[in-house]
């Protein structure tokens, strides 16, 4: 089973940047598709992005696409996303998960697991 920590969140301005890691554990990490998801308080968790086992095919929610960059580092067990010009409203906790069932691209929390504790960012105005 594979075992997720997320890092990088913090305190930004809005138009500013973060780098969020996602380290994971376990020597079948480079199998799996990956994904990010976020969850605001009072709202469900939001799927933004995932990427495919060899990192060369991505998909996005159409809220980030442009300005959120999923990529990853088999060698360091790690998935890394890349936000540019934040906006206050996406201030969340920030979440990597395991792809672990279905083909193809997915947006369906049901088709990830192994959920990392979060981090958290925060966008100011």
């Known amino acids: 089973q594979v075992q997720l920590v997320e890092s990088g969140g913090g305190l930004v301005q809005a138009g500013g940047s973060l780098k969020l890691s996602c380290a994971a554990s376990?020597?079948?990490?480079?199998?799996?598709?990956m994904g990010w998801f976020r969850q605001a308080p009072g709202k469900e968790r939001e799927f933004l992005g995932a990427?495919?086992?060899?990192?060369?095919?991505?998909y996005y929610a159409d809220s980030v696409k442009g300005r959120f960059t999923i990529s990853r580092d088999n060698a360091k067990n790690t998935v890394y996303l890349q936000m540019n010009s934040l906006k206050p409203e996406d201030t969340a906790v920030y979440y990597c998960?395991?792809?672990?069932?279905?083909?193809?691209?997915?947006?369906?929390?049901?088709?990830?697991?192994?959920w990392g504790q979060g981090t958290q960012v925060t966008v100011s105005s």
């Open positions: 990427i495919d086992w060899s990192g060369t095919s991505t």
């Open positions: 376990g020597r079948t990490f480079i199998t799996y598709s």
């Open positions: 998960a395991v792809r672990t069932k279905g083909v193809g691209p997915s947006r369906a929390l049901a088709d990830f697991a192994s």
